[in-house]
């Protein structure tokens, strides 16, 4: 499975981005998709997942981001609004077996990461 995530960029605070990331290969819909993020210094944290009702948020993004797909065309989406300056960070899509997952290493495959600069 390849992932490609996109979208990235730069915002001034408050604004709203929305991260694409793509699943291709021949066993690419069996997986479930999530998002991560590392910001400079830091530990990569769980931003959001797939679960059989929707999706989950951390609760640093609660009521801002909205993580959803698209099974027809592989794709996954975060929707990210109100971004905060501590929102900067690089974003990486990740593609796991269990629903809902929030640990890195529940995820088998991982895309190349996009970056989200967020200034005031």
């Known amino acids: 499975v390849q992932l490609q995530a996109s979208g990235g960029g730069s915002v001034q605070a408050g604004g709203s981005l929305r991260l694409s990331c793509v699943a291709s290969?021949?066993?690419?819909?069996?997986?479930?998709p999530g998002w991560f993020r590392q910001a400079p210094g830091k530990e990569r944290e769980f931003v959001a997942a797939i679960t059989w009702t929707g999706g989950i948020t951390s609760e640093s993004v609660k009521g801002r981001f909205t993580i959803s797909r698209d099974n027809a065309k592989n794709t996954v989406y975060l929707q990210m609004n109100s971004l905060l300056l501590e929102d900067t960070a690089v974003y990486y899509c990740?593609?796991?077996?269990?629903?809902?997952?929030?640990?890195?290493?529940?995820?088998?495959?991982w895309g190349q990461g996009t970056q989200v600069t967020v200034s005031s």
């Open positions: 990740a593609a796991g077996l269990r629903f809902g997952a929030r640990t890195a290493h529940e995820y088998d495959y």
């Open positions: 290969g021949r066993t690419a819909s069996r997986y479930v």
